[in-house]
């Protein structure tokens, strides 16, 4: 692990590892909000082989519950988001069982796009989120349904095959009104960028040194928009200022 990359005066910490190795470093109840989206693959990793799936979704639940408990332990009283799909769930519902915390929402994502698909079955549209409300938090808004429709496609604007459209990320600091964000599976930067343009403080890692290279000079540069010194905005500024 090497030194964490600071950024917006203290506010976004970006470190570069290994996130089970990086998180027993972070201090309890540090965050008040996880958004997390760990790789989906784990729960299938035996799918091409003679090896038992189901032992395998055994094995990973313990990953997923030490994870959970870890994740609980730095944000105690707050919300947890957990991006899976509905090969993954079975593991997690495990996982969730093992650690104690039950879950207590899912949202389905509806993604507007019909995803590319097997030879068999129908093609995917949408991804969950399954939503833990750790201590005694509780989502403010009692109206707000568990489907959300944010359009995505193949293409993804920063390249990261994971990468998650920032409308849906302000979604979800918009319902949890956190006042610290936690991201262990940072990739492109999304969760980071977005805390960054909205002026909430956010830890973020990310394994691969690309992915977190990349974030820092996201990150950098939706700070310089923020406060006015990007090009974009100097353009905006332009465009609305009288002519003479």
């Not at 965050?31 to 790789?39: N, S």
């Not at 095959?161 to 999304?190: C, H, M, N, W, Y």
């Not at 403080?201 to 923020?226: C, S, Y």
Request: aromatic residues 8%; glycine residues 10%; contains cysteine.
């Amino acid at each position: 692990m090497t030194d964490p990359v600071i950024l917006d005066g203290g506010n976004i910490t970006l470190y570069c590892g290994d996130a089970m190795e990086i998180m027993p470093t972070i201090p309890a109840g540090e965050c008040d909000c996880a958004i997390m989206d760990p790789p989906y693959v784990f729960a299938s990793s035996s799918a091409g082989t003679k090896i038992s799936m189901w032992a395998d979704t055994i094995n990973n639940a313990r990953w997923f519950a030490d994870l959970l408990r870890e994740t609980a332990r730095i944000v105690r009283c707050g919300t947890l988001w957990m991006f899976t799909s509905w090969k993954t769930i079975a593991t997690l519902q495990k996982a969730s069982h093992d650690a104690d915390m039950p879950i207590n929402s899912m949202v389905a994502w509806d993604k507007d796009w019909i995803g590319p698909g097997g030879v068999v079955g129908l093609r995917p549209s949408y991804e969950m989120i399954s939503l833990w409300c750790l201590g005694d938090k509780a989502i403010e808004d009692r109206g707000i349904a568990d489907v959300w429709k944010f359009p995505w496609s193949s293409r993804k604007p920063n390249g990261h095959p994971a990468e998650k459209p920032e409308a849906l990320i302000e979604r979800i600091i918009e319902v949890s009104t956190p006042q610290t964000i936690l991201d262990p599976f940072g990739g492109s930067g999304t969760v980071c960028a977005v805390a960054a343009r909205h002026g909430i403080p956010a830890i973020g890692v990310e394994l691969e040194d690309k992915w977190n290279a990349g974030a820092v000079k996201r990150i950098q540069t939706e700070l310089d928009l923020r406060d006015g010194q990007g090009p974009l905005m100097r353009q905006a500024r332009l465009i609305g200022e009288p002519k003479p």
